[in-house]
């Protein structure tokens, strides 16, 4: 199946008792057995190690990203949080230096005595990345693009040495959807998602994803789930799941509105930057090119010259947008990285990273594009 006809029937079936064509929602926290051990279904017993609906998304996840296997989690966090469980004191990770602020707070916090060490680096410079590997080097981990700056990482390339060097590599591909990047297909081991964003669509639901390709690891990654219980509920799966199928759709639009919006916003005398990787001046234009199908629909501006106070006050004049954390949704949302979705990140890590106080974030949505570029025009004049 090609990608579209995948986001549609990619791992489906009818129900089975019932035919139904859409997967129902089994919400429900445990199976009969017909005696002790025998479950009716030998596939279900209880719902934290499996559920129907849930089995349906995970092999949607799966078929969508070219994987075999796929987990769902209550949260993105949730997810990442399980494959870091798979770790040990004395490993060491490598990570992209510019992260979601939540997955940042994870590493640096939440695992601060863990006894795992983690590095953050530009996954650009190639050779410091490479001179920070060593034995003990368990994990590679980007996000690509990042969030919010627009950073690209070229997983093919990172791909070549983790593989030689026998190093899992994880790519959080929040920001891209399988619509525009598949990361397994470019070498990576695991891929890890946000649900809440992009696969959900809708802004209706908080889940998480990971998906590989390799029975050892699924197997790992499934034991550490079952056995700390992140797993997600049956009407979430259905939500997500429902919004796949119109992942490729809504994707189209994003990045058509995006474009349009991103490049309105160039030759604005009031913004001073513009991050959007579909830009020949963007530092990682080609690795977008080569690796992404087209550029998105998220978009990072610096408001020339604002302080705090004028930022605020333009990210609280929108009509249509909504200023709100989370993105991906139909809906156009702003957001305030500093003091929302980044705020856990101490100040000066953000400002050396670039997350300054008059940068703002825009997920575009499928709106009607001149809408959103009058709410634009309205809001900064
Ligand atoms: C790129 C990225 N990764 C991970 C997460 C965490 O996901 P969740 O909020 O579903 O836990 C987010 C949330 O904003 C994100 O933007």
């Given at each position: 199946?090609?990608?579209?006809?995948?986001?549609?029937?990619?791992?489906?079936?009818?129900?089975?008792?019932?035919?139904?064509?859409m997967?129902p929602?089994?919400?429900?926290?445990?199976?009969?057995?017909t005696?002790?051990?025998?479950?009716?279904?030998?596939?279900?017993?209880?719902?934290?190690?499996?559920?129907?609906?849930?089995?349906?998304?995970?092999n949607?996840?799966?078929?969508?990203?070219?994987?075999?296997?796929?987990?769902?989690?209550?949260?993105?966090?949730?997810?990442?949080?399980?494959?870091?469980?798979?770790?040990?004191?004395?490993?060491?990770?490598?990570a992209?230096?510019?992260?979601?602020?939540?997955?940042?707070?994870?590493f640096?916090?939440?695992?601060?005595?863990?006894?795992?060490?983690?590095?953050?680096?530009?996954?650009?410079?190639?050779?410091?990345?490479?001179?920070?590997?060593?034995?003990n080097?368990?994990?590679?981990?980007?996000?690509?693009?990042?969030?919010?700056?627009?950073?690209l990482?070229?997983?093919?390339?990172?791909?070549?040495?983790?593989?030689?060097?026998?190093?899992?590599?994880?790519?959080?591909?929040?920001?891209?959807?399988?619509?525009?990047?598949k990361?397994?297909?470019?070498?990576?081991?695991i891929?890890?998602?946000?649900?809440?964003?992009?696969?959900?669509?809708?802004?209706?639901?908080?889940?998480?994803?990971l998906?590989?390709?390799?029975?050892?690891?699924?197997?790992?990654?499934?034991?550490?789930?079952?056995?700390?219980?992140?797993?997600?509920?049956?009407?979430?799966?259905?939500?997500?799941?429902?919004?796949?199928?119109?992942?490729?759709?809504?994707?189209?639009?994003?990045?058509?509105?995006?474009?349009?919006?991103?490049?309105?916003?160039?030759?604005?005398?009031k913004?001073?930057?513009?991050?959007?990787?579909?830009?020949?001046?963007?530092?990682?234009?080609?690795?977008?090119?080569?690796?992404?199908?087209?550029?998105?629909?998220?978009?990072?501006?610096?408001?020339?010259?604002?302080?705090?106070?004028?930022?605020?006050?333009i990210?609280?004049?929108?009509?249509?947008?909504?200023?709100?954390?989370?993105l991906?949704?139909?809906?156009?949302?702003?957001?305030?990285?500093?003091?929302?979705?980044?705020?856990?990140?101490?100040?000066?890590?953000?400002?050396?990273?670039?997350?300054?106080?008059?940068?703002?974030?825009?997920?575009?949505?499928?709106?009607?594009?001149?809408?959103?570029?009058?709410?634009l025009?309205q809001?900064?004049?």
């Open positions: 199946m090609k990608f579209n006809t995948k986001t549609i029937h990619g791992g489906q079936h009818h129900d089975p008792a019932t035919g139904a064509v997967p929602v089994y919400q429900t926290s445990t199976f009969v057995q005696s002790p051990g025998q479950p009716l279904n030998p596939d279900y017993e209880y719902s934290r190690a499996a559920n129907p609906t849930r089995s349906a998304l995970e949607a996840l799966a078929s969508i990203e070219n994987g075999t296997r796929g987990l769902a989690f209550s949260s993105g966090l949730a997810a990442t949080d399980c494959l870091l469980r798979s770790f040990k004191s004395g490993d060491e990770i490598i992209m230096d510019d992260l979601y602020g939540g997955t940042y707070r994870m640096t916090r939440i695992y601060k005595d863990s006894g795992i060490k983690f590095h953050f680096v530009d996954m650009n410079n190639i050779e410091k990345f490479k001179s920070l590997i060593n034995e080097t368990k994990l590679v981990w980007v996000e690509t693009p990042t969030n919010p700056l627009m950073k990482a070229d997983i093919q390339e990172i791909a070549k040495i983790t593989k030689n060097k026998k190093i899992l590599f994880a790519v959080d591909n929040t920001f891209a959807t399988p619509y525009l990047q990361p397994l297909d470019l070498g990576a081991d891929v890890m998602h946000s649900a809440t964003k992009y696969l959900g669509g809708h802004s209706d639901v908080v889940m998480g994803a998906i590989t390709n390799d029975d050892a690891i699924f197997d790992k990654l499934y034991f550490i789930l079952n056995s700390c219980g992140a797993n997600p509920g049956p009407m979430d799966c259905f939500l997500v799941m429902r919004g796949i199928k119109t992942l490729h759709l809504r994707m189209e639009r994003h990045c058509s509105n995006g474009r349009k919006i991103a490049e309105y916003l160039k030759t604005h005398p913004i001073e930057k513009v991050y959007w990787p579909g830009f020949t001046d963007h530092p990682n234009h080609l690795i977008a090119k080569k690796q992404m199908k087209d550029f998105g629909g998220m978009i990072s501006i610096v408001l020339k010259g604002a302080s705090l106070e004028d930022t605020f006050k990210a609280s004049s929108f009509k249509v947008f909504s200023l709100a954390e989370s991906g949704g139909v809906e156009s949302l702003i957001n305030h990285p500093a003091t929302m979705t980044h705020a856990s990140i101490p100040k000066a890590e953000r400002d050396k990273a670039g997350v300054v106080e008059n940068l703002l974030r825009l997920s575009v949505g499928v709106e009607d594009v001149e809408d959103l570029l009058e709410d025009k809001a900064l004049s």
